[in-house]
């Protein structure tokens, strides 16, 4: 398969060079002097750690930020890309994580904004758009009528939209930022077909991604940035995962090591009984030992982030109950849920898990409000203990930040990942909740996020973890379920767990049977 | 594996534009900047009439009910609404105080306290309309604004209560304590306490948490619509404060006597927002925000300029402080 990749990528000159670019930001250097070459119809890979310079140099291309020094060349011409308007001129898209489209207006709409459109006595033809666009849509896979509205799409669907626009505004060269974050298996197979037709059609496509599997499998090279600095290009098939890794570590990687079994005592903390929320919660019953992690697993949509609001309070079960530590439990609010001992991180880290312009300090302050009290009584702040125990947590979590007064919306995603975990350590919580923990975070932090999970379930908290990364539960996880359509259909323990065997159940027959679940 | 040939480094044609630094310091500074600056050149213009310390007072004097009523105000953008019924709502406040004590003969105390209710009671339910019935804050102070106005001239016929207003309520705000005036003397308390509950209490960190992302203080275990009432009450309540001691002031009761200082509490919340901190409202940037206007109020009052000048002055603030708020804003995220 990979041979047949690296037919029809010329071997010409580059068509887009960049060299050397430096770009600093408030006195800390962002990009040292990176290079990066693309030819036409190419899959190049981009990986390396967060704040190694992906995103800097993604901004720069789009026409976002100037560097403050090196090259850029198209077609051997230098070039400066002074606004998203040139960089769309010059042929570049470029597709996000937060995929920037406007909910209220339908595909169509969204795919010819600010393109020039088609008219009939000087009135907008839809019609006549269509016709132009819809050969287009068919190259992208679009299987949904082009009338859809944006709100109305999976974010599977939604990828096809941006993918459509930059075609139907002949890009040669498509970025496409962490494009698999949020897709399920299925629809990440569907993604990397289309990125193959566009690698046909002769479109170069700049893929950055944490997962270093996909980039095995897509790409025909792959540059490794680490700390503003490009330190490796070469061809994939040249290449191993291993080397790939200690390029983007920047020295030998040990294996991750699976910590040592915890012992569970057999007292159950949570016991959920057939609960149901109408769609996506379908009759759900599991235990949950003190000490133990347990991984939920299965495709995007399977119903595990809308059961673990339930746990949360953020949503009510229809039917069914919950106990926790032997009482019933139905939290009316997270602030209930909090006071009875479960905390949550979500998945959402930047919308619905911190307050970015806020310091690292306030952020950990909110969830440990009655403690950081002058007195009980007294609903004064001591605003000493807080800075304190913030900077203790930082030093325990080993975050990466100048002080504990830094805004968290200056740290890099696996920081205030940490951030956000810390904010709810002190609070000792029974239960913790993590749902998709090291999204969108780099290998290192991602490592000691695991660590983090790992001891504190040696410590006796309850851990329940959501992933849609199959690679990631075998590694932290006790014992697996899967979720497909909103019930659970398998357990896994042991050396059962295992990404193939993950994946495999959330494939699961349509019927199938709620499986009677204890630890 | 090949290594990626290193040329020497050429320095391209974009360069860091030079000026961001100067707009980052004026935005957090240029505030107290354009304060001083503004008492330097009036003390220069006017050397017998500006500086000196019975100016001073009466500069604070003046800027005391207008702190106030934006104190309240400041809440209330903290947690992310705005409260356009406060002018109104003072006036109104103003006018049913002196009805209470000439007409309804309720002791001074009674009154007072009375009124403050009402300015909770106002800001409850301009609190339950926006997070219970959704409606957005500023259609729904607006009309609560508007409704206002129709009850106060419901209330007093639009005349106003000027006849047998006891003279111990004029001392309310006319009195001084040790050459002190009273109202600057209650509006340090007040802004003492706000400052004291935004900056060091845990419903302050909430109230902070709430404007600066409600989704993450919700999963914090915050109840984010309490506190965004607490905001409106917090605002309706010294916009009461406000409308008490000025018919105190005034020794009546006039229909539409505070409704500018919807205006000027806006002007100095904003102003304040770009005072030292990046475009965030906070209690201590509000009262710069106030001085500013008091001493260029003062200013214009002491160069004899006609009083439409004043509206020039303060409309010109409003955007030149919500200029300066969005700057610091977008200089601070990049």
């Given amino acids: 398969m990979a041979d047949e990749l690296d037919t029809g990528v010329s071997q010409d000159a580059p068509f887009i060079s960049v060299a050397e670019i430096q770009k600093t930001f408030g006195g800390v250097q962002a990009l040292k002097g990176v290079s990066l070459d693309l030819r036409a119809g190419e899959v190049h890979g981009l990986v390396g750690a967060n704040g190694a310079g992906k995103s800097t140099m993604i901004r720069i291309l789009a026409g976002l930020e100037r560097p403050d020094g090196g090259r850029i060349e198209l077609d051997g011409q230098p070039i400066v890309i002074d606004s998203p308007q040139t960089a769309t001129k010059l042929g570049l898209s470029f597709i996000h994580q937060e995929l920037a489209l406007v909910p209220r207006m339908n595909a169509l709409e969204n795919i010819m904004l600010g393109a020039p459109k088609q008219t009939r006595l000087g009135m907008l033809s839809w019609s006549a758009v269509t016709e132009t666009v819809k050969p287009i849509a068919d190259r992208a896979g679009i299987a949904f009528p082009l009338d859809s509205p944006i709100s109305k799409l999976s974010t599977a669907e939604r990828w096809l939209v941006s993918i459509c626009r930059a075609l139907v505004r002949k890009s040669r060269l498509i970025v496409m930022d962490e494009p698999t974050a949020s897709l399920s298996v299925h629809e990440v197979e569907r993604l990397f077909a289309i990125v193959r037709e566009l690698s046909k059609a002769n479109v170069a496509v700049l893929y950055v991604s944490h997962r270093l599997d996909e980039i095995m499998d897509l790409c025909h090279r792959v540059t490794v940035f680490r700390d503003g600095r490009s330190v490796m290009q070469a061809m994939r098939k040249s290449l191993t995962r291993r080397d790939m890794v200690e390029a983007i570590v920047g020295g030998a990687m040990q294996a991750t090591e699976r910590g040592p079994a915890a012992k569970f005592d057999g007292a159950n903390v949570l016991e959920l009984r057939d609960l149901h929320r109408h769609p996506h919660v379908r009759g759900v019953s599991l235990d949950l030992c003190r000490g133990e992690v347990l991984g939920l697993g299965g495709l995007v949509g399977a119903g595990r982030s809308e059961l673990v609001r339930i746990l949360f309070g953020a949503d009510r079960a229809e039917q069914g109950s919950i106990t926790l530590e032997g009482r019933p439990f139905a939290p009316r609010s997270p602030a209930a849920a909090m006071k009875a001992g479960v905390a949550f991180i979500p998945e959402e880290r930047r919308a619905d898990g911190l307050i970015l312009n806020k310091s690292i300090a306030f952020n950990f302050g909110l969830a440990n409000l009655q403690r950081l009290r002058v007195a009980p009584s007294v609903p004064l702040i001591q605003m000493g203990r807080r800075a304190k125990l913030a900077d203790e947590m930082m030093q325990q979590l080993r975050v990466r930040a100048p002080n504990v007064d830094t805004p968290v919306g200056r740290l890099s995603g696996g920081n205030q990942q940490k951030v956000l975990i810390g904010k709810w350590l002190s609070r000792r919580p029974r239960v913790l909740i993590l749902d998709e923990p090291t999204r969108g975070v780099d290998i290192g932090a991602r490592a000691e996020i695991h660590r983090l999970i790992r001891n504190l379930a040696a410590e006796g908290v309850a851990v329940i973890v959501i992933s849609s990364e199959a690679e990631e539960l075998p590694e932290v996880c006790d014992r697996v379920l899967v979720m497909a359509e909103g019930r659970v259909v398998k357990q896994l323990t042991g050396p059962e767990i295992t990404r193939n065997n993950i994946v495999q159940a959330s494939y699961a027959e349509h019927a199938a049977p709620n499986i009677a679940i204890h630890a | ?334």
């Fill in chain 2, 1 to 334: 594996m090949t290594d990626i040939p290193r040329p020497k480094l050429e320095v391209g044609p974009v360069q860091m534009p030079a000026h961001k630094p100067v707009l980052a310091l004026l935005a957090r500074y240029g505030t107290i900047l354009g304060l001083c600056l503004m008492v330097v050149v009036f003390s220069a213009l006017s050397p017998i009439a500006f500086p000196t310390l019975g100016n001073g007072v009466n500069v604070l004097n003046q800027a005391s009910l207008a702190a106030i009523i934006a104190g309240g105000l400041t809440i209330a953008v903290i947690v992310g609404e705005l409260d356009l019924s406060i002018g109104f709502a003072a006036s109104m406040e103003g006018v049913l105080v002196t009805g209470l004590i000439v007409h309804g003969g309720l002791p001074i105390w009674l009154a007072i306290l009375i009124v403050l209710g009402v300015g909770a009671l106002i800001g409850l339910i301009n609190g339950l309309i926006v997070t219970k019935a959704r409606v957005n804050s500023v259609i729904a102070t607006l009309g609560m604004g508007t409704i206002i106005v129709g009850l106060n001239f419901a209330y007093s016929s639009g005349v106003p209560i000027v006849a047998g207003v006891p003279e111990e309520f004029l001392e309310i705000s006319l009195g001084r304590f040790y050459g002190i005036p009273h109202n600057v003397i209650i509006m340090a308390a007040v802004l003492f306490f706000l400052w004291l509950m935004v900056e060091r209490t845990s419903v302050g960190q909430a109230i902070q948490a709430v404007g600066g992302n409600p989704a993450a203080a919700r999963l914090s275990g915050i109840n984010v619509d309490g506190i965004k009432i607490l905001g409106f009450v917090a605002s309706g309540v010294c916009a009461a404060l406000t409308g008490i001691l000025l018919a105190s002031a005034l020794g009546s009761g006039t229909t539409s006597a505070a409704d500018s200082y919807l205006l000027t509490a806006f002007a100095a919340v904003f102003l304040g927002s770009a005072t030292l901190r990046d475009g965030e409202f906070h209690v201590f940037g509000t009262f710069i925000g106030v001085l500013i206007i008091a001493v260029g109020f003062n200013g214009l009052a002491i160069f004899g300029a006609p009083t439409f000048y004043q509206f020039v002055f303060q409309g010109a603030i409003l955007i030149v402080a919500v200029g300066l708020s969005s700057l610091g804003r977008v200089l601070s995220e990049e």
